[in-house]
């Protein structure tokens, strides 16, 4: 069966410093992945995603970047962390392209910059 | 740009009470509609989802969710909740363009009283 790891689950980090986000699949190949965030009181916002090794789309002008080194691993990174860079950081996969079929989320890393 | 609206943030209910979270969205063009759960600890799952044909749709636990175009919403309802249905509830919409990029609402914290 599929599994999806993240981490670290909690991050604590002052402003200006770096950030590296892991997330990985196993259990299936050439998955598209995606980074969504959700700020306090806002919706889940998709960030980034990629539909290949080294293919990334970004979809909101943002302090982050992403990195897809290997087929099941989806980074996301930062090189000065932001006040506004705060907030609950969720990596998903899915495994076809269409529009219908289903993502399935990783447990998330809260981080709070400080 | 689309977005999703869902009305209510915060519910209180007591066991056995019947539920109905709100969700509508804004885009006029064929979408697919999902609804996603996070239970405490655990991972954003989906509930269920609708792409086409019957717009009464059934998930699991016994929730069910109707398509009603002319409104642009996807409210969510279950006839008679339970303590383990606390949680939060994300509405969320994707164009039926090919590729999925999902749009999300804010979410609504649903707390049941045994």
């Known amino acids: 069966s599929q599994t999806i790891h993240q981490w670290p689950a909690t991050l604590v980090q002052p402003v200006g410093s770096p950030l590296s986000l892991e997330c990985t699949v196993e259990?299936?190949?050439?998955?598209?992945l995606y980074w969504y965030r959700q700020a306090a009181g806002r919706g889940l916002q998709l960030l980034f995603y990629?539909?290949?090794?080294?293919?990334i789309s970004s979809e909101v002008p943002q302090n982050l970047s992403a990195s897809r080194p290997q087929d099941r691993q989806f980074i996301l990174s930062s090189k000065k962390l932001l006040l506004s860079d705060s907030g609950f950081y969720l990596c998903?996969?899915?495994?076809?392209?269409?529009?219908?079929?289903?993502?399935?989320f990783g447990p998330g890393t809260r981080l709070t910059v400080l | 740009a689309q977005s999703v609206s869902q009305h209510n943030h915060h519910v209180i209910l007591s066991e056995a009470a019947s539920l109905e979270l709100g969700c509508n969205y804004s885009y006029g063009g064929t979408v697919n509609l999902f609804w996603y759960v996070q239970y405490p600890g655990q991972h954003l799952q989906l509930l269920l989802k609708?792409?086409?044909?019957?717009?009464l749709v059934k998930g699991i636990k016994g929730f069910e969710a109707e398509f009603i175009k002319s409104k642009f919403s996807f409210n969510l309802r279950k006839p008679s909740v339970q303590w383990s249905d606390t949680a939060e509830y994300f509405c969320?919409?994707?164009?039926?363009?090919?590729?999925?990029?999902?749009?999300f609402g804010t979410g609504t914290r649903l707390l049941v009283s045994p």
């Open positions: 259990g299936t190949s050439n998955p598209n």
């Open positions: 998903a996969w899915q495994s076809g392209t269409a529009s219908t079929d289903t993502q399935y």
């Open positions: 990629s539909v290949g090794i080294g293919q």
């Open positions: 969320a919409v994707v164009q039926d363009t090919g590729f999925q990029k999902l749009v």
């Open positions: 609708y792409f086409s044909g019957d717009p």
